[in-house]
């Protein structure tokens, strides 16, 4: 489908958001990898499989078109030989729109070393709370007295 | 922490929902890797991460005590030397209770190899909607006529 090669999982990674946030398809499918054993789940979504349903709804979501920005932040990676995981927050905004923002997306994404470089096979979405409390452990422990 | 040792991630697997169905913290927290990278994101929760968080989230969800039935199924199984990843939906049952029963979860369960076996470093479960389409790959192609 596509002869692109992601050296490693956060080229993968990195060539995701870009063709999330430019609703850019092609570039999109160009990260997962041709296997019928790809899962997605969109926040809030169905469990989606396979080259088929993953590429019908990301269709579905570029329709609109680009538009708004996208923030990736917090990640937390894990990288083995052949597969890699990464959870991380997407936060999305609409430049010159006032406030409130939409609360952020978290996201574990699985990637695996494939033939044809790094490619995504898991992208799991889920609406966090609105103030995560994810980096809590990098601040000093709260002392009460 | 623990010393039991799961030979495979699918032991882990069975391990960790064997716990969630009997509120065994102990059996919980067995299953997961001794590491601060570890991620848990329960069901419209905020993201987890470290043996403190993961475990305190589990010893609230647990307070109440077990009497709901669990079944795991509809499982895409990625695995590797060091990391596996398994998607499943879970579905809780509340035994004598009439119709409806909650929707399922859809959960990412990602398991990496250690010294001390197969332990669990991610779960990431949300709400599904009612009705998962993630069965409809095996069914025949519909034809319109």
Redesign the interface.
């Known amino acids: 489908m596509s002869g692109k090669i992601f050296p490693t999982a956060q080229d993968a990674e990195n060539a995701f958001y870009q063709a999330l946030e430019r609703c850019d398809l092609d570039g999109m499918m160009a990260v997962w990898a041709e296997d019928?054993?790809i899962?997605c789940?969109h926040?809030?979504?169905?469990?989606?499989?396979?080259q088929?349903?993953v590429r019908g709804s990301w269709a579905k979501l570029f329709a609109a078109g680009p538009g708004a920005r996208l923030r990736i932040e917090?990640q937390?990676a894990?990288g083995?030989?052949?597969?890699?995981?990464h959870?991380v927050?997407e936060t999305f905004s609409m430049p010159g729109k006032a406030e409130p923002q939409p609360a952020p997306i978290?996201a574990?994404n699985?990637y695996?070393r494939t033939a044809a470089g790094w490619r995504m096979?898991?992208h799991?979405a889920?609406?966090?709370?609105a103030q995560?409390?994810?980096a809590?452990?990098d601040a000093a422990p709260k002392i009460l007295h």
């Open positions: 019928e054993d899962v789940v926040p809030a979504g169905a469990r989606l499989t396979g088929d349903q917090q937390v894990i083995g030989m052949m597969l890699a995981v959870s927050f978290v574990t699985v695996l096979i898991v799991h889920s609406p966090a709370p995560p409390p994810a809590a452990r």
